[in-house]
Every structure is written in structure tokens, then in C-alpha cells.
């Protein structure tokens, strides 16, 4: 009797045991999310005046200095104020005069949108080492003090008129100003930032900037350009960003159960064992996460597709839902519309084609851009599996 009493007791805690809480696989999530803020930035390095003489001839120094904000990853706004000296020259050989150059000064404030290419293609991440991108942008030059040009033109106005119509037309300086003369300018350039910590960054540009023909004094029918090559420091104000500690889902609760036997003071010891009850079902929650612009499911998360699957094996009465969405901070709502749909049909297409499960116990849904079930801009490129 003690022998059968053993071993019942045995058998009924084994199954205790065994009955335990499910936990979802968390997705691998971002330590730090996007915050929009402000930078500052101050740069020097040099500058070339596109002209006709030698490349060495047409170097001058150059600063700038900006402010701006970013409204997104990939996009931002600044306000950049470049200063300091163009040059212009001319071969005046046909004259017996040699080669001559001169100098102006010049401040150019201009307002240029910036576009983070290495977030946009390869997402948003904080402890990034470098990131490349774009610029483009309008504003005004203000130049001044163009005495050494008119100095020259006055060298070309003493020549003979039979030796002056030897020399072309871009030599002559027919569009010498004086004074102070403001000009529409047009830029944009490419920048790479070496972050050395959250807030700082190392960086070098690159920018090309086209201005009216009179820039330079002289007539060569076509915008003057002149381009920069800087380097500098940016420093990162405001707040930059906020931890996230997302998981794909709350964990499902198995109540355990736990018989306790009475043994009554009888001549025959009997003892009572109460199979245990079947645990509640509760909802299944699987987050699928896809890449920018991205419809591939990666291995990490077809582990996830396949919890999904082995749910809706063991409960052949349940269905699922299948919704896709997309992320606002990309793309426009046309193309998001696309990316949605395409991702939860994968989804769709994978428990049908590959596992076999009923098209008939699978809903699918799309969201486009219109619903962000994630704060974080990143995470709403997912696909949402509930199954119940």
C-alpha cells in the first residue's frame, strides 16, 4: 500500500512540474529611439573660384558657420553662413601683361535641407560610428571690396584697340562691379560625420555653389561656380533620444494545479487523484519585423512564424489575424500602402505554402502608414500575428 501511495504521489508531481508559462520570443529592439533636435557647427578649410588660370592661382581660405535641427533620421534643416574670399583671373599673355589675379571678399548665408543617407538606407541607430549625406540649398552672396579686379581692368582699358581685339571676351572684364553687389546663390554638397560621442561629431564637407555671371568681373556667357572643402566640429543639442525596452508580447499564463491528498484514518488507506483541468487558452501575439522597405522574413524572426504555426496546430479551432504596417517616418503614403500589404501577405502566403495551415483560419489586413502601433519610427515596419 505505501508502495502505490509512492508512487501516485510521484506521478502527480511530475505532472506539476511539467505544467508551466509560455514566454514569447522578444524582438531584438534598438537601445536608444530618435528624438528630433538642434546642432550647431563651426567649419573652416578652402575654396576654388572656377576660372581660367592655373588651380593653384584660384585658392583662398575659407570658414563657415551653422545652426540647424533634425526633424527626422534623414531629414534636417541649417542655417549656414560661408565667409571670407573668392579670387578671379585672367591670362593677359596676348597683352604682354602676364597672368594676372585678384581678390574679393564675401559672405553667403544660405538655408539647405540635409538628407541622412546611412539612416535612410540602413536605418536609424544611435552609437553609429559615421554617417554620410546630402545637402542642398538657396541663399544670397554678398560681395565687396573688388578693388584689385578694377585695378586690373584698368591695365586692359590703356591697351590699343588693335591689340584688345585679340583677347577673348572673357579676359576683358565687361562685367567689373564695384561697390557692394548682392547675388542669388544655388548649393548643395555631401558631408561625412565621425561621431565621437552622442552630442559631438568630427566632420567633412564638400559643397559647390553657382552665382550670377558677374561674380568674377568677367563675361563668360554662364553662372560662376566656386566650391569648399571643410572640416569641422557639430555639437548636438537638446535631447537626443529615449531608451526602449519593447517586447513582442505579454507572456501567457498556465495556472498550474496542485492536488493535495488527504489520507482519512481508515483500516484501508485510499487515495483520491483528480486529473488536472485544462488550462485556459489565452490569445497568441507575434511582432515580425521586416527591414526598410523590406518584405523578406529574416531567420530571427520565422522562429516567430513558426510559434505562430505550432498555436494554431494545437488548437485546431483557432484563427489568426495577419496586419501589416509601415513606418510614417519613410516613404510617402502611396508606397506605404504597398510595403504594408506585401508584408502581411508574406506572412499569409508562409502559413498556407510552407505549413499548411487552412487560408480559411487566416484574416489578412493592412494598415499602410495610417496606423504606428510603435512609438519608435523603426519598429512599425512589422507585421502584428494574433491568433486566438
Not at 188 to 207: K, P, T
Request: aromatic content about 10%.
Amino acid at each position: 500500500m505505501k508502495l502505490k501511495k509512492i508512487f501516485m504521489s510521484a506521478a502527480l508531481l511530475a505532472g506539476c512540474l511539467t505544467a508551466s508559462a509560455q514566454q514569447p520570443q522578444a524582438a531584438e529592439q534598438p537601445a536608444e529611439a530618435f528624438h528630433p533636435h538642434g546642432f550647431i557647427q563651426a567649419q573652416v578649410g578652402g575654396q576654388y573660384t572656377l576660372g581660367e588660370v592655373d588651380f593653384s592661382d584660384l585658392l583662398s581660405g575659407n570658414f563657415q558657420v551653422a545652426g540647424g535641427y533634425y526633424f527626422t533620421p534623414v531629414w534636417g534643416l541649417r542655417l549656414a553662413i560661408d565667409a571670407w574670399q573668392s579670387k578671379g583671373g585672367s591670362d593677359l599673355n596676348y597683352l604682354g601683361l602676364g597672368v594676372k589675379t585678384w581678390k574679393y571678399n564675401f559672405i553667403a548665408p544660405t538655408l539647405d535641407v540635409t538628407c541622412d543617407l546611412t539612416n535612410w538606407i540602413c536605418g536609424y541607430k544611435a552609437d553609429r560610428v559615421c554617417n554620410f549625406g546630402l545637402l542642398a540649398g538657396i541663399g544670397a552672396n554678398i560681395g565687396w571690396d573688388n578693388g584689385e579686379a578694377a585695378a586690373v581692368k584698368g591695365l586692359i582699358a590703356v591697351t590699343p584697340i588693335t591689340a584688345l581685339r585679340t583677347v577673348p571676351m572673357e579676359h576683358q572684364m565687361t562685367l567689373l562691379w564695384r561697390d557692394t553687389k548682392t547675388r542669388f546663390v544655388g548649393r548643395f554638397g555631401a558631408y561625412l560625420d565621425f561621431n565621437v560621442s552622442r552630442r559631438v561629431a568630427l566632420g567633412l564637407e564638400v559643397n559647390a555653389n553657382a552665382t550670377s555671371d558677374h561674380y568674377n568681373s568677367k563675361d563668360a556667357g554662364n553662372a560662376d561656380w566656386y566650391f569648399n572643402a571643410l572640416a569641422g566640429v557639430k555639437v548636438r543639442i537638446g535631447k537626443l533620444g529615449k531608451k526602449v525596452t519593447t517586447t513582442d508580447a505579454a507572456p501567457i499564463v498556465v495556472e498550474k494545479i496542485v492536488e493535495k491528498i488527504v489520507e482519512k484514518p481508515v483500516e484501508v488507506e485510499k487515495i483520491v487523484y483528480k486529473e488536472p483541468e485544462a488550462p485556459k487558452r489565452e490569445p497568441l501575439r507575434r511582432d515580425i519585423f521586416f527591414t526598410l522597405r523590406g518584405s523578406e522574413v529574416s531567420r530571427t524572426e520565422m522562429a516567430k512564424v513558426e510559434d505562430v504555426v505550432a498555436y494554431l496546430n494545437k488548437y485546431p479551432e483557432a484563427k489568426v489575424s495577419v496586419t501589416g504596417y509601415a513606418d510614417k517616418g519613410t516613404g510617402n503614403a502611396r508606397l506605404n500602402v504597398g510595403y504594408a500589404q506585401k508584408r502581411a501577405q508574406v506572412i499569409a502566403n508562409l502559413l498556407t505554402n510552407r505549413f499548411g495551415i487552412s487560408p480559411s483560419r487566416i484574416t489578412v489586413d493592412s494598415k499602410g502608414d495610417t496606423v504606428q502601433p510603435y512609438e519608435q519610427n523603426d519598429l512599425n515596419r512589422v507585421t502584428i500575428c494574433i491568433a486566438e
